[in-house]
């Protein structure tokens, strides 16, 4: 995105709008309620009497250190990210952001796979990584042409059918 600072050789994560702000709300809400909230805990924690012996003080500084934890790897995500820009999804050839219509030899049947970034992917509906062993065969194919997708579980072939935009 433009006006962030990015670190040379750091992986650029492709996002589409949606994915960029579900990042964002993330980060915002640990940065202003949950950092909130852990602090509420341990004043309370500490409360209690000896630290050295509270597992409900040592429980809230473990949260607390998880959730700084996440708001570095947030920020960190988020100096690496590029919007997905629709003009920029070819309808020619499978790259991140298309829908993918193929043939699955395998199984004899039709399926429809969205390509999006690892953050955005959810195969339970069908929205596949471009890092995933079916998004990385697929990157770069054309309507006709078969795949070869190298599994956890084996190796199979796909023909892709129809390449369209995510959004359409």
């Not at 006006?3 to 940065?31: F, P, Q, S």
């Not at 607390?64 to 070819?90: F, G, P, W, Y």
Request: hydrophobic residues 35%; contains cysteine.
């Amino acid at each position: 995105m433009k006006g962030r600072e990015r670190k040379v050789g750091e992986k650029v994560m492709i996002l589409t709008y949606n994915g960029l702000k579900k990042l964002e709300d993330e980060l915002d809400y640990l940065k202003t309620e949950k950092r909130k909230e852990i602090a509420e805990t341990i004043k309370v924690a500490r409360g209690f009497g000896d630290l050295s012996e509270n597992a409900e003080y040592d429980e809230a500084k473990k949260e607390q250190a998880e959730v700084e934890v996440r708001i570095v790897k947030l920020e960190k995500m988020l100096q690496n990210t590029e919007l997905l820009n629709d003009s920029d999804i070819s309808t020619e050839v499978v790259s991140i952001g298309s829908k993918v219509t193929v043939y699955d030899e395998l199984f004899d049947e039709e399926e429809e796979f969205t390509i999006l970034s690892p953050i955005e992917a959810d195969p339970k509906k069908n929205i596949i990584s471009d890092e995933s062993s079916m998004g990385k065969a697929l990157i770069g194919a054309k309507v006709g042409e078969k795949v070869k997708v190298n599994a956890p579980n084996g190796e199979f072939e796909m023909k892709v059918l129809k390449i369209c935009k995510y959004n359409d």
